[in-house]
T-cell receptor, first 117, second 111 residues
Framework: EAGVVQSPRYKIIEKKQPVAFWCNPI?????LYWYRQNLGQGPELLIR????????DSQLPKDRFSAERLKGVDSTLKIQPAELGDSAVYLC???????????????FGPGTRLTVL | RKEVEQDPGPFNVPEGATVAFNCTYS??????FFWYRQDCRKEPKLLMS???SGNEDGRFTAQLNRASQYISLLIRDSKLSDSATYLC????????????FGAGTRLAVHP
């Protein structure tokens, strides 16, 4: 069974340029997460979707970051314009949320390593 | 104070050694606890959940002390393949699917 797929794996851009990341979760998983992981730190949640609804985006810098999950499957995360401090690994994860609200294990994709010059 | 704190290490141990990591969390009402493993330049993967009664999976033992708000991971008979970063993860109250990650503890097992 395929895991979480992300693309691109690496991206190098100059500051002020836009960039987009794509994620395809594990089939059947209704919950999707975008995390950012800075060097030497653990992943930090940016946004969480339950189906197509963003249920927690409190950590998403909304002035430059946007995300969407059309049809409750694939998702894209966009940064416009990128800043030097956005250099990090952007991880997508998915899980299955039961009707009782209990979440199961989160599975992570390989991440997109962004370098902003 | 960070929500989840870990000693960053690195812990350098020889093969066969026993090594223990601790982690503290700030929210006493946190619901669930986990250890994730992250290899260099790879994604995190769930190693084990941590239950109040403690749990063991082969050479790995996890313990939870709610009174002191700390979680531990014990690795016995360390293997070279155990070299990785171990992330302590906490599920805060009210957010079944929200995970708060510590910065991780690096383990290097040498021959």
């Amino acid at each position: 069974e395929a895991g979480v797929v992300q693309s691109p794996r690496y991206k190098i851009i100059e500051k002020k340029q836009p960039v987009a990341f794509w994620c395809n979760p594990i089939s059947g998983h209704n919950t999707l997460y975008w995390y950012r992981q800075n060097l030497g730190q653990g992943p930090e949640l940016l946004i969480r979707y339950e189906n197509e609804e963003a249920v927690d985006d409190s950590q998403l810098p909304k002035d430059r970051f946007s995300a969407e999950r059309l049809k409750g499957v694939d998702s894209t995360l966009k940064i416009q314009p990128a800043e030097l401090g956005d250099s990090a690994v952007y991880l997508c994860a998915s899980s299955f949320l039961t009707s009782s609200g209990r979440g199961e294990e989160q599975f992570f994709g390989p991440g997109t390593r962004l370098t902003v010059l | 104070r960070k929500e989840v704190e870990q000693d960053p290490g690195p812990f350098n141990v020889p093969e066969g050694a026993t090594v223990a990591f601790n982690c503290t969390y700030s929210n006493s009402a946190s619901q669930s606890f986990f250890w994730y493993r992250q290899d260099c330049r790879k994604e995190p993967k769930l190693l084990m959940s941590v239950y109040s009664s403690g749990n063991e999976d082969g050479r790995f033992t996890a313990q939870l002390n709610r009174a002191s708000q700390y979680i531990s991971l014990l690795i016995r008979d360390s293997k070279l393949s155990d070299s990785a970063t171990y992330l302590c993860v906490v599920n805060p109250p009210g957010g079944y699917n929200k995970l708060i990650f510590g910065a991780g503890t690096r383990l290097a097992v040498h021959p």
